[in-house]
C-alpha cells in the first residue's frame, strides 16, 4: 500500500472541494482549480477529509495511487497559501523589468528579452531589479514558468553570470591558466 496514498487529506475551513466521476475541483480564497484523475483512482470525500483508494493493485495504479493525493494536497495548498518561486539574476547590467504581464529582460544580447507570463501567474521584480518573485495557486505552472525564465540566460560556471534559483549554488570552475 502506498505509504503516501493511504493518508487522508483534511480539508482546511473557506476551501470546497467537489468530487464528480473523474474530476476533483477545489475552491479556495486564492482561485480555482481543476484536475482530472485516472479512472482506476477512487476519491472519496466526507467530513473536511478526502481519502483517495485505487481499484487495482498493478504496478502503474500502485505509483498513481500516491501521485493523485499529492496533486490534489497541492491544489488544496494552493487555493489557500498559493506557490511562489524566486529567481535572482546575475552579472553586469543584467536586469528585469516587468511592464504589465509581461517581464523585459536585459541579459547581454543585443536586444531585450521579452517573456509573456502565462494566465495565472504573478510575477513582482524587486527594486534593484535582480531579483524576480513568481506566484501562483498551481505548483506546476509557477516551476514551469521559473525553469522558462531560468533557461533565458543559464548561469555559466566561470564567473556566475545569468539567471538561478535564490539559495541556488553553481558549481564554479577555474578559468584557464595565464601564459608566464
Known amino acids: 500500500m502506498s505509504r503516501i496514498g493511504k493518508k487522508p487529506i483534511e ?3 473557506g476551501v470546497t472541494v467537489t468530487i464528480d466521476q473523474h474530476t476533483v475541483s477545489v475552491k479556495g480564497p486564492k482561485g480555482e482549480t481543476r484536475l482530472d484523475i485516472h479512472p482506476k483512482m477512487e476519491v472519496k470525500g466526507g467530513d473536511n477529509r478526502i481519502v483517495v483508494e485505487r481499484t487495482s493493485e498493478n504496478r502503474i495504479y500502485r505509483s498513481l495511487h500516491g501521485l493523485t493525493r499529492s496533486l490534489i494536497l497541492n491544489m488544496i495548498i494552493g ?3 498559493g506557490f511562489e518561486k524566486s529567481l535572482d539574476i546575475s ?3 543584467y536586469k528585469a523589468i516587468l511592464q504589465g504581464k509581461k517581464l523585459v529582460f536585459t541579459l547581454g544580447y543585443s536586444h531585450p528579452v521579452n517573456f509573456e507570463l502565462p494566465e495565472g501567474i504573478e510575477a513582482s ?3 534593484k531589479q535582480t531579483q524576480i518573485t513568481i506566484k501562483g495557486i498551481d505548483k506546476y505552472k509557477v516551476g514551469q514558468v521559473s525553469a522558462n525564465i531560468r533557461g533565458l ?3 555559466e560556471p566561470y564567473k556566475g ?3 538561478m534559483y535564490t ?6 570552475k577555474v578559468g584557464k591558466a ?3
Open 11 to 13: 480539508i482546511p475551513s
Open 79 to 81: 487555493v489557500t497559501k
Open 91 to 93: 552579472g553586469i547590467g
Open 125 to 127: 521584480v524587486d527594486p
Open 153 to 155: 540566460k543559464k548561469p
Open 161 to 163: 553570470k545569468g539567471i
Open 167 to 172: 539559495g541556488e549554488r553553481i558549481r564554479r
Open 178 to 180: 595565464g601564459k608566464k
